[in-house]
Every structure is written in C-alpha cells, then in structure tokens.
C-alpha cells in the first residue's frame, strides 16, 4: 500500500505540473486574448459549446474511468470502449449539423450556424483519440499523461493565438479548438503503441456499471453547463461571457489543484476500496492537501479581484470584479467536496453519487434562473455561491456515514488551514488599504504585495499551528520534510 501512496503523491504532482502547465498557457492567452476580443466574442462560443456538452450526454458513459476501476480490464474492453468512443463522436458530429439552424434560431443568432459545422467536425476527431491512453492513469504513469495534455493544450495555443492577431473575433477560438484535437488524436497514436480495433464484445460488462455514470454526467452538465443556455438565453452573449470568464478566474483553485489531484487519486483509490481504514486515511490526507492549498489561493483571489481584472483583462471587463469574488467562495466550497466523488466510484457506488449530483441539480436550477432574471451575471454568480454553501454539509454527511469518519477526524485537518487563512485576510486587507488608487502601477504594487505578505502569513501560521500541535504527521510534515531534504542535496 506503500506503493500506491507513493504513486498517488507522484501522480498528483505531475497533474498539478500538468494544470500549472496549462493554466500559465491558459492566462496567456486569456490576457492577450480578452484584449483583442470582447465579451460577446466568449459569449457566442459558450453558446456552442453548451449544445455540445448536451449532445455528449448521450454518450458520456465515462468508460476511460471503467477502465480503470476494472483491475482486470482486458483487450476487448479497451476495443469496445474505443468503438464506442468512435461511434459516439460519429454520431454527436451528425447531430450538431441537423441541430445547428435550430439553435441558431434558438439564440438569435445565425453566427451560430456555420460555427457548430465547424465544431462537428472536432466531435468526429475526438472519437478517434487511442483509447490505450487511459493505461497511463491506470498504471500512475501520470508523467506520460503530462507530456501528451501538454503538447496538445500548446497546439490549440498557438493556433488560437496566431489567429486572434489575424482575425480578431470568435473563429480563433473554434479554430485553436480544432487545432488542439487534432493533435491530441495524432499524438495518442504517437505516444501509445497500443492499437485499437474494432469490437463490441464487452459492451454489456462496461455499461453494467457506467449507466449510473451516463445519469450522473447528465446531472452534471446541468450543474456546470445550465447557466450557458440560461443566462445566454435571458442576458445574452455579452452576460454569458462575462460570467464565463469570471467562473474561469475564480475556478483557479478547483481547475488547477483540486481536479488535478483527484484525477491522480482516483486509480489510488480504487487500490485502497478493499482496506476502509485505509482508505479513510487516504481521504484525510487528501482533504487535508486540498484544504491547504484551495483555501488561501481561493480567498487570494477573491480579495485581489479588482487589480486583477484590472491587470489581466482591462478595462471592458471591470463588471467582473464582484463576480470573481463571489464565485471564487464558491469555488472554494465546491473544492472541498470534490474529492468525494472519487471515493464513490472508487467504492463501486456511482449511485450515490448521482443522487446527490441530482439533489444539488434541483437546488440550482430554480436558483439560477430567479438569478439571472433578477440580477444577470451577477445574480447567476450569487445563485452558485448559494446552492454550494447548502450542498457542502449534506455532502459531508452522507460521506461521513458511507466510510465510518468522524466530524471530529475531518476538523484535525482543516482547522489549520482555515485558521491560517483567517490571519492572512486580515494581513491581506490590511495591505490593500495601505496602497490606495486605480493606476497601472498601483494595481501591480497592490497584487504583489498582497500575494507576498498574504503567502507569507499564510505559512508562517501554518508552520507555527503545526509545531504548536506537536508536530502531527500530516500533509504540513510531508511538505516540510521533503521541502528540507531537497534544500540538504542542494547544498
């Protein structure tokens, strides 16, 4: 079990590389392009996007994660995985063409038309990608995943970049779109020497456990995708972007930490279903390592949000300021929760995972739309924040109680954290108030030193609470301890 801790620890560090990776790739190219496009530009692609997500539904049978929890996963039910994946990606493409005029028509605007034709076309591509990929999560070769996100999130880079200079509207995001599956399908047959054929003989075995699967997507992509046809519906493209890019900036610590770990834990997990009290033990490490990055990160940005916007997407975006700071408390709540899902599926209980996926569905979706009627961008952001804060103890329960934790074990690992995070606002205001003004220079002043005196608060609090505490083993001791042995090789 060693191990697979280890190997759970390496894998999440090479995802965290991973979204780091990506996340620099993605502010660069959010800062360059939100200066050269404008909100509606990010608006009319969500909107495409939306139908697509809906049209994945049909198919989202998650089979890349059946794979991995079936331990004895043979060739046929890689092949039956990849022919679906094939046929799936073959039927959504026909599907986004017939339903293009309608949702065209349905938005009022026709801009969407020639847009989804393009976007078909990727659907097709994405269903070619080898499914022999998925053996490098399984086998925690999660550096070998690294190099093949990476590669392919840098070629829809450079394509969207050069084209947003050229064209200076939406078509450089549906091309760098194009660009970035076109290299993912490439680069899979590149990278993996596995070779798929075609095969249906392990369909029924596969489904028997990704139906829950399929609903529990469903459910999902009402949660994440339903503010795309609604506020594009009732506020149109420039509120649609708005809140788009907003979820996106306040979603740091969720997207880029959280996601990355659980990715990585996942396959972890399924090692550990066999032993709870092992698997209780991983849970808390996790959290723990969640809680301690998320919080600070989080509530960071959620008090830079004006120099921020500022810096990164200028002037034309000021309005996203009170949404950044709502969503980003939100993003904080949905963080620490997320690492629940994993031991579900880990558990062979997708079910219970789709009811609460359905319970939060149907808090949101009344709450999103009195928002976005009420308040647009702004209500949409408060409906979210809300329907997180009331999902996180029900959540926390219903975990509690499937694997046998006490309240009391989870509050040992967060109350550090958060006590850490309640010092470092207050050093973080504190800053912020001590450097008055709106110019240039004085958005950059107040974002670095609020980032180094806040960090730096942060940690020494941290450090302090810990010792304080005895010294308990933890996530604290582990940074701590390779932190000091790789400064002793150093030197």
Same mark, same amino acid.
């Given at each position: 079990m060693e191990a697979v801790n280890k190997g759970m620890a390496k894998g999440a560090m090479w995802t965290i590389l991973f979204k780091f990776a990506t996340r620099g790739i993605g502010l660069i190219s959010t800062v360059i392009l939100a200066r050269l496009l404008v909100p509606a530009d990010f608006g009319l692609v969500a909107m495409a996007m939306a139908?697509?997500?809906?049209l994945e539904i049909l198919s989202a049978f998650n089979l890349d994660v059946v794979l991995i929890q079936h331990q004895t996963a043979e060739r046929k039910h890689y092949d039956t995985a990849w022919t679906f994946n094939f046929i799936a990606g073959l039927i959504q493409g026909l599907m986004l063409v017939a339903a293009a005029p309608l949702v065209a028509h349905f938005y009022n605007d026709d801009r969407l038309t020639l847009i989804l034709y393009i976007l078909a076309l990727g659907r097709v591509l994405g269903g070619l990608e080898n499914i022999g990929m998925v053996a490098f999560r399984k086998d925690l070769q999660f550096h070998r995943d690294f190099n093949f996100q990476v590669t392919k999130k840098m070629a829809g880079f450079i394509v969207t970049i050069a084209l947003a200079f050229w064209f200076k509207n939406y078509w450089a995001l549906i091309a760098g779109m194009l660009a970035g599956q076109l290299a993912g399908v490439i680069l899979s047959y590149t990278m993996q020497p596995y070779r798929p054929k075609f095969c249906v003989a392990a369909m029924s075995e596969l489904f028997h456990f990704s139906k829950w699967l399929l609903i529990n997507n469903f459910l999902y992509f009402l949660i994440h995708q339903s503010s795309d046809f609604i506020l594009g519906k009732l506020g149109g493209p420039s509120a649609l972007g708005l809140f788009k890019i907003s979820h996106e900036i306040a979603n740091l610590p969720s997207t880029d930490l959280v996601a990355p770990i659980n990715r990585a834990i996942f396959p972890g997990y399924v090692k550990m279903a066999g032993d709870m009290h092992v698997?209780?033990?991983?849970?808390?490490?996790?959290?723990?390592?969640? !809680?301690?990055?998320? #919080? %600070?990160?989080? =509530?960071?940005? @959620?008090l830079t949000a004006e120099p921020l916007v500022h810096l990164m997407l200028g002037r034309n975006w000021v309005d996203a300021v009170p949404l950044i700071q709502i969503l980003a408390v939100s993003g904080i709540i949905i963080a620490l929760q997320t690492n629940q899902g994993s031991v579900y599926l880990a558990l062979g209980r997708p079910k219970t995972l789709t009811l609460?996926?359905?319970?939060? !569905?149907?808090?949101? #979706? %009344?709450?999103? =739309?009195?928002? @976005?009627?009420?308040?647009?961008?702004?209500g949409a952001a408060v409906a979210t924040a809300v329907t997180s804060a009331l999902m996180m103890p029900i959540?926390?329960?219903?975990?509690?109680?499937?694997?046998?934790?006490?309240?009391?074990?989870?509050?040992?690992?967060?109350?550090r954290p958060l006590a850490a995070t309640a010092v470092m606002i207050f050093t973080v205001?504190?800053?912020?108030?001590?450097i008055p003004g709106s110019s240039l220079l004085i958005y950059i002043s107040?974002?670095?030193?609020?980032?180094i005196i806040g960090g730096t608060t942060y940690i020494a609090v941290i450090i302090f609470l810990w010792r304080l505490t005895g010294r308990q083993s933890g996530i604290e001791a582990t940074i701590l301890t390779r932190a000091s042995?790789?400064?002793?090789?150093?030197f």
């Open positions: 139908i697509i997500a809906a698997l209780r033990q991983g849970f808390l490490n996790v959290l723990s390592a969640i !809680a301690l990055f998320v #919080l %600070p990160i989080g =509530i960071g940005i @959620a609460l996926a359905g319970l939060h !569905a149907a808090v949101l #979706l %009344p709450l999103l =739309i009195w928002g @976005a009627l009420k308040g647009g961008a702004l959540n926390f329960i219903i975990l509690l109680r499937s694997i046998k934790l006490h309240t009391a074990q989870c509050a040992a690992v967060l109350w205001k504190i800053t912020l108030e001590l107040q974002l670095l030193l609020a980032t042995a790789k400064l002793k090789s150093f």
